[in-house]
């Protein structure tokens, strides 16, 4: 009796291990996702003129991009974007920033049973 107790508290601790990893996983890849949103978001390469201006779609690319480097399955119709702040400079470009959000879910799969974490990264966002 003793060894069927041994083997179904460590079957148990197992799963528990697994899903705590699957879940940090998923937190973690949403933190460093969302840092790559404020720095997308921040436009320092359109706005000193290094990098012609990208289109809506362009950017949705790159969001999606991002997403699939940090091991996100992300849609490119679930990004939210908006330019604010659009007046022209000296250098003849306009000055403006992003507003990006996304909405995901993350699956956490175990033995039997699954389920989804969602997440709605944005660039405004705080980190912590």
Do not use: C
Not at 8 to 18: D, E, Q
Not at 92 to 114: C, K, M, N, Q
Request: aromatic share 8%; proline share 4%; no cysteine.
């Amino acid at each position: 009796m003793g060894r069927i107790k041994l083997l179904i508290v460590l079957v148990v601790t197992l799963l528990a291990i697994s899903t705590v990893a699957q879940i940090g996983l998923a937190e973690w890849q949403n933190l460093q996702f969302q840092d790559d949103l404020h720095d997308l978001a921040a436009n320092l390469g359109e706005n000193t003129g290094l990098v012609a201006p990208r289109s809506d779609e362009e950017l949705r690319t790159v969001v999606t991009q991002k997403a699939k480097a940090r091991g996100i399955e992300l849609d490119p119709r679930r990004v939210t974007l908006q330019r604010t702040g659009t007046t022209q400079w000296h250098g003849g470009s306009e000055w403006h920033t992003f507003y990006l959000a996304v909405d995901y879910e993350a699956p956490i799969r175990l033995p039997g049973y699954s389920f989804a974490l969602r997440f709605s990264p944005s660039s405004t966002k705080k980190t912590f």
